[in-house]
């Protein structure tokens, strides 16, 4: 873990617990999305400790469920999550968390607006060409709880009448980025690749355009937001979102954001995560596979959430 000191960004490292937390009164940073975006966290917790002059702690050495175990338990202020666990943490009776922004993102794709694409993609030297052409095939998806790479899987085949069976092997992957090396590696046929993780994985490794090829995009979906915890201090809660609202009219703020691709933070609300909540009742009945010799596929455990 690292703790960005004030006005300097020097990496100092500490054991904290949550007492420590309340007592020495810190900002606990953190983030779920995919690793090759980790950069951004580190430059956005620097930037928050200069302008606001708070230490900040990123919370990056334990896996990402323990990050947001501790998000729920109040011990992490602001997280990045996608807006499938979004939706289910602020269903329940007393959400730890609210909204504190989101990315919009660089591309014309992006419209301007806060969304993002789910991107099917394949080997360049494969036959397949539609959705359709994958029935059948081996089919990897990152994890259960995410809505780019399995919950808009299973809307988008709910929308074709296509209830189960629809894949003829199915493989967890644990994350968007080992997906698309299963793929480049003739491990599995194809994966739905959350669009803004492709597009760093292509800007880190340009050798990859050639060898893949998107054939179906699912989407827009309402792009994965910034939550903070309700436990944060509350002038903390408000100077965060001017900061994060500002950022592109700052010139080391708009640096920041320009070398993760985005164009600037803006304001949203809860309504504005009904798409994902639409598309979950939709998909809900969809199991992307059938193996009467195992569990049939995540569908069968998965989360009730009154959503």
Sequence with gaps: MMLYNTAINLDVHYRFNYWQKIIMDYLTISTCQAPNMDFFTHDL???????????????????WQERERRLDAGEIDVCWICGLPYIRKVA?????????AAPVMQGQRYQDRPIYFSDVVVRDASPFQTLEDLRGTTWAYNEP???????VVR?????????????GRLIESGAHQVSLQMILKGEVDASAIDSTVLEQEL??????RGRIRIIDTFGPSPIPPWVISK??????????RQLFLGMHRNLAGKAILDRANMIRFTTIED????????????????????NPLEL????????????
């Design 92 to 100: 329940k009776s007393s959400p730890a968390i609210e909204l504190l």
């Design 203 to 208: 800007k880190d490794d340009p050798s990859i």
């Design 296 to 307: 049939l596929d995540p569908c069968i455990n998965e989360e009730s959430t009154g959503i």
């Design 271 to 290: 309504a504005d995560y009904n798409p994902i909540r639409t598309m979950t009742r939709k998909g809900r009945g969809v199991c992307l596979k059938i």
């Design 45 to 63: 917790a620097g930037y928050i400790s200069k302008r606001l002059t708070i230490p900040v702690k990123v919370e990056l050495d334990i896996p």
């Design 145 to 151: 709880s995410s809505h780019s790479g399995y919950n």
């Design 231 to 240: 436990n944060t201090r509350p002038d903390w809660q408000s100077a965060l």
């Design 155 to 167: 809307y988008a085949l709910a929308m074709r009448d296509e209830i189960s069976g629809f894949f």
